[in-house]
């Protein structure tokens, strides 16, 4: 089964810098997807990022990014100039593609603060 | 676009009644949608998926009798809660997709249910 690792409970990061979430999973699939949400105080799930498996091109959303390390099956996300808004719980989760229905499975999430 | 709606935002209930939970899908057409429970703190667990004009599937250890899942339409899902129980209260979500092999799923913004 596939499983999604988030072995950070909760992070910090100072108004402006840069912080890292990290995130491995466990397939045995060549072709998937892989995304980080967003769920703010708020709780509604904003989708932050997409990376298609097969693209070698890490994605980039403005001031996020990700570092896809296929091979080690890593997946993590940079914030740059974090802003207080950042603010929230991160879940990195994983799509198989082509199955029978694309199901999300969801890591534990990472809590991230950000100080002003 | 892809704007998902849930109503209500909050309910509470007296134990033993069954309570009702629309998601909407406003500005597209899913064929598939799913919902989830999340405890406080916790990740998205997927309780079931349904598409239009079919059965729901359930993920291993949901009720299927205990909720009640009809996708009647390309744009409507709803969960029903029946015979709600104290243990039932809790946050739930649904995502749309506009087919069962899109990978991007739509979040609506949840329901929090509370079972007196």
């Known amino acids: 089964a596939q499983t999604v690792t988030q072995s950070q409970p909760e992070m910090s990061v100072q108004e402006a810098e840069t912080v890292t979430l990290s995130c491995t999973y466990d397939?045995?699939?060549?072709?998937?997807?892989l995304f980080w949400y967003k769920q703010p105080p708020s709780r509604q799930m904003i989708l932050v990022i997409r990376?298609?498996?097969?693209?070698?091109q890490n994605a980039t959303e403005n001031r996020f990014s990700v570092n896809f390390q296929k091979a080690a099956k890593s997946f993590s996300l940079k914030i740059s100039d974090s802003q207080l808004g950042d603010a929230a719980m991160y879940f990195c989760?994983?799509?198989?593609?082509?199955?029978?229905?694309?199901?999300?499975?969801f890591g534990t999430g990472t809590l991230l603060a950000v100080q002003p | 676009g892809a704007v998902v709606s849930q109503h209500p935002s909050r309910v509470i209930c007296k134990s033993g009644t069954s309570v009702k939970i629309e998601c909407r899908s406003l500005?597209?057409?899913?064929?598939?949608m799913f919902w989830y429970r999340q405890f406080p703190k916790k990740s998205l667990m997927l309780m079931a998926t349904?598409?239009?004009?079919?059965?729901?599937?359930?993920e291993q250890g949901v009720e299927k009798d205990k909720f009640l899942i009809n996708h009647a339409s390309l744009t409507l899902s709803t969960l029903t809660v029946t015979s709600a129980h104290p243990e039932d209260s809790s946050f739930y979500i649904c995502?749309?997709?506009?087919?069962?092999?899109?990978?991007?799923?739509?979040f609506g913004p949840g329901t929090r249910l509370t079972v007196l």
């Open positions: 995502s749309a997709a506009r087919d069962s092999h899109t990978d991007t799923q739509y």
């Open positions: 397939t045995s699939e060549s072709d998937y997807y």
């Open positions: 990376q298609e498996a097969y693209k070698q």
């Open positions: 989760a994983y799509v198989e593609y082509g199955g029978a229905t694309n199901k999300l499975i």
């Open positions: 500005d597209f057409q899913a064929t598939t």
């Open positions: 349904s598409n239009e004009g079919s059965k729901a599937t359930y």
